[in-house]
C-alpha cells in the first residue's frame, strides 16, 4: 500500500508543475497509444486488451472535450468539440463489431489534432511574444468605416 501511495504522489507532483498545453499534448499522445493497443487487441482477439484500451481512449477524449473552454463561441472552437463529440459517438461501436475502420479514422484525427497542436501551440509557446508577432501574418485588413478622415490602420490577430 505505501509503494501505491508513493507512486500516486509522485504521479500528482510530476503532472502538477505541467502547463496545460503540455497535459493536453500528453492526453493526445496517450489517446494515440491506447488506440494503438486496442487495435492490437483486436487482431489478437483480446477482448480484455481491447475494451480496456478503448475504454481509456474514451476516457481521454472525453476529458480532451471537457478541455475546450466553453465561453469560446468561434468557429474553430465548434469544429473542435464536434470532432470530440463525433469520436465519442463512434468509438464504442468499435467495441461492438470490431471496427477497424472508425478506430483509424479516430486515430486520423487524433493524430492531426496533436501535430497541430504541437506546431501551432507548443511552438508558439516556446517562442517569445515578439517573435510570434512577428511572424504572424494579418488575419484581415478592415477600413475605417464611418469617419473617412481617421488614417487607415491594420488589424492584426493572433489565434492560439
Known amino acids: ?5 508513493q507512486l ?8 502538477e508543475g505541467m502547463d496545460p498545453e503540455q497535459l493536453i499534448l ?3 499522445k496517450g489517446a494515440l497509444t491506447r488506440m494503438k493497443l486496442a487495435r492490437e487487441g483486436i487482431e ?3 477482448i480484455q486488451k481491447k475494451g480496456e484500451n478503448l475504454s481509456k481512449v474514451i476516457a481521454i477524449i472525453s476529458e480532451l ?9 468561434d468557429e474553430s472552437t465548434r469544429f473542435l468539440k464536434g470532432i470530440y463529440t463525433a469520436i465519442l459517438t463512434e468509438l464504442p ?18 493524430s492531426r489534432l496533436k501535430e497541430i497542436w504541437e506546431t501551432d501551440v507548443m511552438a508558439k509557446k516556446q ?4 517573435e510570434i508577432v512577428k511572424n504572424t501574418a494579418p488575419k484581415r ?3 475605417p468605416a464611418f469617419n473617412p478622415d481617421r488614417p487607415k490602420t491594420t488589424f492584426q490577430a493572433i489565434s492560439v
Not at 65 to 73: F, H, I, L, Q
Not at 127 to 130: D, I, K, L, N, R
Open 1 to 5: 500500500m505505501a509503494a501505491y501511495q
Open 8 to 15: 500516486h504522489t509522485y504521479l500528482n507532483n510530476h503532472y
Open 26 to 28: 500528453l492526453l493526445f
Open 44 to 46: 489478437e482477439g483480446n
Open 65 to 73: 472535450n471537457a478541455s475546450v473552454d466553453p465561453t469560446m463561441t
Open 93 to 110: 461501436k468499435v467495441t461492438l463489431n470490431n471496427d477497424l475502420k472508425t478506430l483509424d479514422r479516430a486515430k486520423a484525427y487524433i
Open 127 to 130: 517562442a517569445s511574444p515578439t
Open 141 to 143: 485588413s478592415f477600413q
